[in-house]
């Protein structure tokens, strides 16, 4: 189905604006972007595997996993190169724009001057971009590879036909090892409880739509709050540019304190006490990090270290 992505632009007027904090205003806006990213990834997923042809893939299982690795590969970047590149930059271009214009506020009162105004270029997102599709790109190819293996090998064992073999790979495109797993385990226990040839197939079929759904949601949830982090350093640096931080300005890592608050992040504020430099990475258990997120669906933003 082709894509179609509605980019809105909510009115500014807010009671209260000024009183909520950076990290709020971050929630808030990364929140929107989620929603539009969701429904963008979610079509993706399901564009990726409409343009899979049962009868092209039994072709190229006949010929081997490599070949059915670069069929899989050739839809999966027409998808992504023919109709989400142009959406998704102008998605996140208009979105980061927004976000600073947000958090415009907050720094004016932060830095008492609530008359000041940067001058802050439409962010240009396609270095951003090409770094977030091909995070994705390599991520789906990774796990693609790894399922048409897996299926290669189950069908051998299994006596499959390359046709069977072919729908069961159909089944699992997109989904990550784990939901890949899952929808495997699902097929075995419904195959050994002795259910229909059209049961199983229902059924795998619901579990991985569920999963596709939930894989959108997740990237939605992660890339969003990249977008807005990426946007506050923008706003920043701007600042900092124009004089009005100072050379040595500090930044601190913020988590979101409560019961969701995860052993990766909880203990980098205290790794980078008294904050790092606008250019300089934050140290985590991860390794030296520039920004949140720090891993998927993290909530951590940044924050400014005023004396």
Known sequence: MPLTLTLTHRPRLRLHQETREPWQVLHAEAGDLERQLDTLWLSVFLDFRGALDASMLTQALQHGALPTEH??????????QAQTRLPLLSLLQESAGRIQEALT????????APGLRFDVPT??????????VGQELVGVTDTTRAQVRQIVRQAVESGRTHRQAATALREV??????????VDALRQQLTDEGRSD???????????????????????????MRVANAAQQQLNEQAQEDGWLPADQKRAWLVTPDQRLCERCAP????NSGGVALDEPFQTPEGPTMLPPLHPQCRCTITLVMA
Do not use: C, K
């Open 71 to 80: 069929a899989l590969w050739s839809a999966w970047h027409g998808v992504t």
């Open 268 to 271: 980098i504020p205290g790794m």
């Open 123 to 132: 962010p240009d997102m396609t270095p951003f971009l090409d770094q977030y």
């Open 173 to 182: 495109v997109g989904l990550t090892p784990r939901q890949t797993n899952a």
């Open 198 to 224: 059209a049961y199983i197939t229902s059924q795998v079929e619901l579990a991985a739509d569920r999963g596709i759904r939930l894989r959108a949601q997740q990237i939605a949830r992660t890339e969003s």
């Open 105 to 112: 506020p907050g720094l004016q009162q932060l830095l008492e």
